[in-house]
């Protein structure tokens, strides 16, 4: 009977598989024309002072929507987009669209306004990326202090010499860096020390529970005194209430962004939160 249960598993398992792919080989072959057909959009979080409330920076999450597929999530798409060589293309035309939006904002006098754009472990690892940066900015105009690259622990923590050549160079050339859902990856803390990062974005996964969580408390209290005492600023993600925020603000984290203040939005509805005041 064991032995029948196990084929019977096999096979759900094998069925279950057999869909995956075909949703993925659906996926790699819409968002090879995504592109073309003008069916991805950049949305822009904002990113909060701890001190004053004032909008001081902005994430550019990408969005897909399909004829068919609807709205497909970046979760989905963009490991399909990495597994697939398409997250380059892809990858590029939104770090142009997010350093074009930063310029049109700088150019309309709200400043200082940072833009994170995020970064796959594709994109990092190939040898142009360092020249790619320097070239869009140059072409838009946007001062390299303006633009903050995210990276993840597990795109850092890969190979961490090269990592450090790429980060060293990138921070030549006068752009930021920062980690992104920090504390879920396996970041060795000697090595924090020599990436040449900027900030911290502390995983939302610890600050969901913060108001009731003790321990959820200790991890971010701790992240949060780790990057002091190693000159680095730290950016909550996640905050969707006040509770959360009172805290995080008492142990002295600089920035926070979530729902509470704002879901990503359009380009548009990001300048009228600018316009109505929020701008540093
Ligand atoms: P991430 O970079 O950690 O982005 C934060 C995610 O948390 C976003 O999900 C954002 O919409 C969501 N979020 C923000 N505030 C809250 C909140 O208060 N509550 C909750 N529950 N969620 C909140 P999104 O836009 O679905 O993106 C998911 C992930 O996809 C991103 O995680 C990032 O890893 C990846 N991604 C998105 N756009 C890009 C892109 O242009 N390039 C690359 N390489 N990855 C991207
Ligand atoms: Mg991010
Ligand atoms: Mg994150
Ligand atoms: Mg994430």
């Known amino acids: 009977r064991a032995k029948q249960e196990g084929r019977q598993c096999y096979r759900f398992f094998t069925q279950e598989m057999q869909a995956r792919s075909a949703r993925n080989l659906q996926l790699v ?4 024309h995504a592109l073309d057909r003008s069916q991805l959009q950049v949305h822009y979080q904002p990113q909060i002072s701890m001190r004053d409330g004032a909008i001081i920076g902005a994430e550019a999450l990408l969005r897909w929507q399909h004829p068919e597929l609807g709205m497909v999530s970046p979760a989905e798409f963009i490991p399909v987009a990495e597994g697939s060589g398409l997250i380059l293309p892809i ?4 770090l142009r669209c997010a350093v074009q939006q930063a310029k049109a904002w700088v150019n309309e006098g709200f400043g200082p306004l940072i833009m994170a754009v995020n970064l796959s472990a594709v994109q990092f690892r190939h040898p ?3 020249e790619l940066v320097t070239r869009i900015l140059d072409e838009e105009g946007l001062p390299p202090e303006y633009l903050e690259l995210e990276l993840t622990e597990g795109v850092a923590m890969h190979n961490p010499q090269s990592a450090i050549a790429v980060m060293n160079n990138l921070q030549e050339r006068g752009v930021r860096m920062s980690i992104d859902d920090f504390g879920t990856g396996y970041s060795s803390l000697s090595y924090l020390k020599e990436f040449k990062v900027y900030k911290l974005k502390i995983d939302q996964s610890f600050v969901r529970d913060i108001s009731t969580d003790p321990e959820d408390k200790v991890i971010v209290s701790a992240i949060i005194n780790l ?3 190693l000159g680095l600023k730290t950016i909550a993600e996640g905050v969707e209430t006040e509770g ?3 805290f995080l603000r008492e142990q002295g984290c600089d920035e926070m962004q979530g729902y509470l203040f704002s879901k ?4 548009e509805q990001f300048d009228a939160l600018l316009k109505q005041g929020f701008a540093a």
């Open 29 to 32: 072959n819409a968002l090879r």
């Open 91 to 94: 990858g590029e035309w939104v």
């Open 128 to 130: 142009d990326l360092p």
């Open 227 to 229: 990057a002091k005492s």
């Open 244 to 246: 959360q925020q009172a």
């Open 264 to 267: 990503p939005v359009s380009a």
